[in-house]
């Protein structure tokens, strides 16, 4: 049986989504839950590989097993092996032909700042700290050049093994949503290593008036890492929804609640 | 000089606002801050003295201090000498006749309750998570009972110091607020220790289904801790905001930005 899974965690604590040995991971988690539930090794396929600390709240995942146990059962225990800041939220049971990073149409990511030199510490874990105050209308207004399919060389990380720089970024949303909190979502088919970051650390220094407009347009155009601002930290990002055509590979659901 | 402070933070890993020897306090923290950038034992005076792992977003405290300093440096500093969970978010000079508690009309408590088999866990250091699905306009209709003047001796935890359990709450208002996400926001002159959580408990119970608000009413007029439900855990509660009349002994204020 092919089993789908949607999971939620706080990356905190972890060394981002892929397996590492030694090291704790998310996919290392859910392995070594699988484990526990099947007593032999089980491999988890990842939709997206979330770097160290990112969050996520809509990460799917698939793995493959016998039928002995029931969608009730497994996801109970995936729950109880798994530690309290990753959370398997869905479960179904998929056609054999699903893959969860093939499948996917597109993600949605959002970055969460807090613009204040005294940040609210309830949010501390799930947004990154700028003590300057930023201009959210003027980072907005900055990013919509980057929407279309362009080449994100500026913005990729060095040991990105993307075949090709090019990506469809279908939007980018940057809006104060508190007196001391700013959200930037950004949407695309899929993203270069530490695109998000790198896109989100220029818009800063947009936000913050030490760039402008054209700058970020310029740096788009020259394709060249260093000419960005740096990467914004990882805790203010988190992957919220991977987009999929209408499930048609699920066969039976076992939902939240 | 006279100073007031308004101070948030994230309870999970203090004992709490009181200072005790030998254990992390919100107040041991601001204390040693203060004797960092004075070279001298400073106290704190607190408006509330919240429980182990309860949050704050708007607790009051106040200090006095010699004037060698400016308000901008004594934020500064208060805010590099505490730990990331705490932040002061204000400074003022007040007349000398400011007390912090006296001198409050109110609170207002928040309690977080996520209530799903999987709750988000980009919440989980700021909500209870109840693994039941609960009904929030039964616990709203229920809580109307405990609105008013009342002897809160069944919602008053042992140990408590006040004079008297009777006490005025001024309104309840429980509400869904996301798919998995109940609100509970109580607001009153003062509270009996762990009152808030005991009340929360108890409405927890009829949001199950398992109590109904005759039940709740019959708990208030018993007047006894063993007819009422279990104390809510810490985590799910946070101090938002003391009501003040409008800080008639401002002298100069530094706020946050």
Chains 1, 2 share one sequence.
Request: hydrophobic content about 35%; some cysteine.
């Amino acid at each position: 049986m092919r089993y789908r899974i949607e999971v939620a965690y706080l990356g905190t604590s972890f060394h981002g989504w892929q397996f590492q040995h030694g090291v704790p991971t998310i996919q290392g988690a859910l392995r070594e839950a699988l484990h526990r539930l099947y007593g032999e090794p089980i491999d988890v396929l990842g939709s997206s590989r979330t770097d160290a600390g990112v969050h996520a709240r809509g990460q799917v995942a698939s793995f493959v097993a016998d039928d002995r146990h029931t969608l009730e059962n497994i996801y109970k225990a995936l729950n109880f092996h798994t530690p309290p800041q990753i959370v398997v939220q869905r479960i179904e049971t998929v056609r054999d032909d699903f893959h969860p990073r093939h499948a996917s149409r597109g993600k949605w990511y959002r970055y969460r700042i807090q613009d204040s030199y005294a940040p609210d510490p309830l949010h501390a874990w799930t947004a990154a700290h700028i003590k300057h105050r930023l201009d959210a209308d003027a980072m907005h207004a900055a990013a919509q050049v980057l929407v279309g399919e362009h080449d994100f060389s500026s913005f990729r990380a060095a040991g990105c093994d993307a075949s090709s720089p090019v990506k469809h970024l279908r939007s980018i949303q940057v809006q104060r949503v508190g007196r001391y909190s700013i959200e930037v979502d950004v949407r695309g088919s899929s993203f270069l290593k530490y695109m998000v970051r790198n896109l989100v650390g220029s818009l800063v220094d947009v936000g913050r008036g030490r760039r402008d407009a054209d700058w970020l347009a310029g740096v788009l155009e020259a394709r060249d890492r260093t000419k960005a601002g740096a990467t914004a930290p990882p805790e203010g990002l988190t992957l919220e929804l991977i987009d999929y055509p209408e499930d048609p590979w699920t066969v039976e659901r076992r939902a939240t609640d």
